[in-house]
């Protein structure tokens, strides 16, 4: 099965981090990891995201859309990159989340991918309720 490991972090300790010399030292960890859960099939993805300063919330509301600065939480942490890893159980995708250092300054949340295709499916066949998905 899939899992999504949300990094989350608060960019005040990855910016202390960084002026101490310590976040490449960091990444370079996280990098081992990554190559060698690719060496075993379990990575399949992972990109980091920009400061929350540059982005914008999106919302709907009767007809009128709004984009509003920085991500739309009242959290220090916030997300800042994910990782798609492949794991036997959520136990497993766990472990294999201990050992990314964001776990250590910050939070690494891991959520199974449900198969957009299947969702796709059972929307066209009037099969999509969410009690159905899992949820």
Excluded at 25 to 53: E, I
Excluded at 66 to 73: C, I, N, S, V
Excluded at 110 to 125: A, F, G, L, S
Aim: with cysteine; hydrophobic share 40%; proline share 2%.
């Amino acid at each position: 099965m899939k899992y999504m490991l949300l990094i989350y972090n608060d960019e005040k300790v990855i910016g202390s981090l960084q002026a101490e010399g310590k976040f490449d030292s960091l990444m370079r960890d996280c990098f081992d990891h990554v190559d060698v859960l690719a060496r075993q099939g379990k990575f399949l993805d992972a990109q980091q995201l920009d400061l929350a300063s540059t982005a914008k919330s999106v919302r709907v509301r009767g007809g009128k859309v709004t984009a509003l600065d920085g991500p739309f939480a009242e959290t220090k942490e916030v997300l800042g990159g994910f990782n798609i890893i492949e794991a036997d159980s959520m136990e497993e995708a766990i472990e294999i989340a201990s050992h990314f250092p964001w776990a250590q300054t910050g939070t690494v949340e891991v959520r199974p991918i449900r198969d957009i295709n299947t969702v796709r499916e059972n929307v066209h066949t009037g099969q999509a309720a969410w009690a159905k998905q899992g949820a």
